[in-house]
């Protein structure tokens, strides 16, 4: 016996004869039922489309005559009796809206059923063919898992909403250094922050530490480490959580006795301070990665870089690229968390006089200058300028290249490369290579 999709008629009668009897309840019924297509009878699809029709032009009286004036012929057998019939079947309107929630759940279940018949079909395809298929079927279940009842248009709903997000800062989230958070007002849930340089211009180096200072803060991060593996991450967390550990005794070994004490007693305080880190190296791509923030749901995830994700069937860089701010774009608003992307820029740069960086060298740039809120570039002038850079060896220039919401500028950090750390100020990375070169 063929097993039957899940359906409720005893519901789906119910509501659409409470909505006929006291018209009240229509918007409470049309908060999880907004179309014809939840329900699964056919004729039931038909009056509750003529209902909602009636209801939008603001008909005075929705009852079994009006609707059946609605109706499209032959689509209700006996339409007169059979709507009737139901509102002669409810004796309270109370529980409508638990009925509508009813019918709602059963659609649900139908589509995710539908869904698995479509992915079964496909089992027995090899390659590309498969992996294409299987995309785009993880696509519409992750469009049934996102699913949320849909809502007429509410002004005071809207205006509320509206004051709480000005009003309340939970929404907000420093970087972590004083100028760059006075400069922007830090990163905001439900939007995309993008950090890009050239090579060698401190982007990990700066993103490692937003990490750092998230993760101080009590944020749950989420941390995809492509250009580095997991290890090498670690390492240069550790040594920002130590007082003299460098990256350069780190990578060969070379450890003191005092700096190999501090390495062991460090252990206790990142397992309890990073507790709320997750972090990859094999998600390569943005399927999978999507699934990670589905299934984590961060406060905050950085992506070290967007220019390694695949996008299975997708070639072109560009459509590629555009496919995956899109993606993150839309997990930042379903799941109410920031982005923090890392991008690197093209050569363009390199081949100019001032080569600080603008927009249009962002390698592949159209969507991603579309499509983040916020754009930080890193510039480390030594690198060009060695005998006279205006910043020095220990500066390092961010120059916020597009806030969507505010001002645009550039901020002098300091930077000690081989302690993996980006400070507030020039002044304090230099009182920090002091300290060090006193206590060696």
């Given at each position: 016996m063929?097993?039957?999709?899940?359906?409720s008629?005893?519901a789906e009668?119910?509501i659409?004869g409470?909505?006929m009897?006291?018209n009240?309840?229509?918007?409470?019924i049309?908060?999880?039922i907004?179309?014809?297509?939840?329900?699964y009878?056919?004729?039931?699809?038909?009056i509750?489309?003529?209902?909602?029709?009636?209801?939008?032009e603001?008909?005075?009286?929705?009852?079994?005559?009006?609707?059946?004036?609605?109706?499209?012929?032959?689509?209700?057998?006996?339409p007169?009796?059979?709507l009737?019939?139901?509102?002669?079947?409810?004796?309270?309107t109370?529980n409508?809206?638990?009925y509508a929630?009813?019918?709602?759940?059963?659609?649900?279940?139908?589509?995710?059923i539908l869904?698995?018949?479509?992915?079964?079909?496909?089992m027995d395809?090899?390659g590309?063919?498969?992996?294409?298929?299987?995309?785009?079927?993880?696509?519409e279940?992750?469009d049934?898992?996102?699913l949320?009842?849909?809502?007429d248009?509410d002004?005071?709903?809207l205006?509320?909403?509206?004051?709480?997000h000005m009003?309340v800062?939970?929404?907000?989230?420093?970087?972590?250094?004083?100028?760059?958070?006075?400069?922007?007002?830090?990163m905001t849930?439900?939007?995309?922050?993008v950090?890009?340089?050239?090579?060698?211009?401190?982007?990990?180096t700066?993103?490692?530490?937003v990490v750092?200072?998230?993760?101080?803060?009590?944020?749950?991060v989420?941390?995809?480490?492509?250009?580095m593996?997991?290890?090498?991450?670690?390492k240069?967390?550790i040594?920002?959580?130590?007082?003299?550990?460098s990256y350069?005794?780190?990578?060969?070994?070379?450890?003191?006795?005092?700096?190999?004490?501090?390495l062991?007693?460090?252990?206790s305080?990142?397992?309890?301070k990073?507790?709320?880190l997750i972090?990859?190296?094999?998600?390569?791509?943005?399927?999978?990665?999507m699934?990670?923030?589905?299934?984590?749901?961060?406060d905050?995830?950085?992506?070290?870089?967007?220019?390694l994700i695949?996008?299975i069937?997708?070639?072109d860089n560009r459509i590629r690229?555009?496919?995956?701010?899109?993606?993150?774009?839309?997990?930042?608003?379903t799941?109410d968390?920031?982005?923090?992307?890392?991008?690197?820029?093209?050569?363009?740069?390199?081949?100019r006089?001032n080569?600080?960086?603008?927009?249009?060298?962002?390698?592949?740039?159209?969507?991603?200058?579309?499509?983040?809120?916020?754009?930080?570039?890193?510039?480390?002038d030594?690198r060009?300028?060695?005998?006279?850079s205006?910043?020095?060896?220990?500066?390092?220039?961010?120059?916020?290249?597009?806030?969507?919401?505010g001002k645009t500028?550039?901020?002098?950090?300091?930077?000690?490369?081989?302690?993996?750390?980006i400070?507030d100020?020039?002044?304090?990375?230099?009182?920090e290579?002091k300290?060090?070169?006193?206590?060696?």
């Amino acid at each position: 016996m063929a097993q039957l999709s899940p359906h409720s008629i005893e519901a789906e009668r119910l509501i659409l004869g409470q909505a006929m009897t006291d018209n009240s309840v229509i918007d409470q019924i049309a908060q999880y039922i907004p179309e014809e297509t939840v329900f699964y009878n056919m004729a039931h699809q038909h009056i509750w489309k003529s209902i909602l029709s009636l209801h939008r032009e603001g008909a005075q009286v929705i009852d079994p005559i009006t609707v059946v004036a609605q109706i499209p012929k032959d689509a209700v057998e006996e339409p007169s009796f059979y709507l009737t019939g139901l509102t002669s079947e409810v004796h309270t309107t109370a529980n409508a809206e638990q009925y509508a929630k009813v019918v709602y759940e059963k659609w649900l279940l139908r589509k995710v059923i539908l869904q698995s018949k479509k992915i079964e079909k496909v089992m027995d395809l090899d390659g590309d063919g498969a992996h294409q298929a299987l995309q785009r079927m993880n696509r519409e279940i992750e469009d049934i898992l996102n699913l949320r009842i849909r809502q007429d248009f509410d002004l005071d709903n809207l205006l509320d909403s509206t004051i709480r997000h000005m009003t309340v800062t939970d929404n907000i989230i420093p970087f972590g250094f004083k100028p760059i958070d006075d400069l922007t007002g830090g990163m905001t849930k439900g939007e995309i922050t993008v950090v890009a340089g050239r090579p060698g211009h401190f982007k990990s180096t700066m993103t490692i530490n937003v990490v750092n200072s998230l993760l101080n803060r009590g944020y749950n991060v989420l941390v995809f480490n492509r250009e580095m593996s997991n290890v090498e991450m670690m390492k240069k967390l550790i040594i920002l959580e130590s007082n003299s550990l460098s990256y350069h005794n780190m990578r060969m070994g070379d450890f003191t006795g005092k700096e190999m004490e501090e390495l062991n007693s460090i252990k206790s305080i990142v397992t309890e301070k990073y507790k709320n880190l997750i972090m990859y190296d094999d998600v390569f791509d943005i399927d999978r990665a999507m699934r990670e923030i589905r299934k984590h749901r961060p406060d905050v995830v950085v992506d070290d870089y967007i220019g390694l994700i695949d996008v299975i069937g997708i070639e072109d860089n560009r459509i590629r690229i555009d496919n995956i701010m899109k993606q993150y774009k839309r997990a930042c608003k379903t799941y109410d968390m920031a982005a923090l992307l890392v991008s690197q820029l093209n050569r363009a740069c390199e081949d100019r006089n001032n080569k600080r960086p603008i927009l249009r060298d962002l390698r592949d740039s159209g969507s991603i200058e579309q499509d983040a809120e916020m754009i930080l570039f890193m510039y480390y002038d030594w690198r060009y300028n060695y005998h006279e850079s205006m910043v020095g060896e220990h500066g390092i220039e961010v120059v916020l290249g597009k806030n969507r919401y505010g001002k645009t500028g550039s901020k002098v950090l300091g930077v000690v490369g081989d302690r993996c750390r980006i400070l507030d100020s020039k002044d304090d990375a230099m009182i920090e290579m002091k300290r060090l070169k006193n206590e060696r």
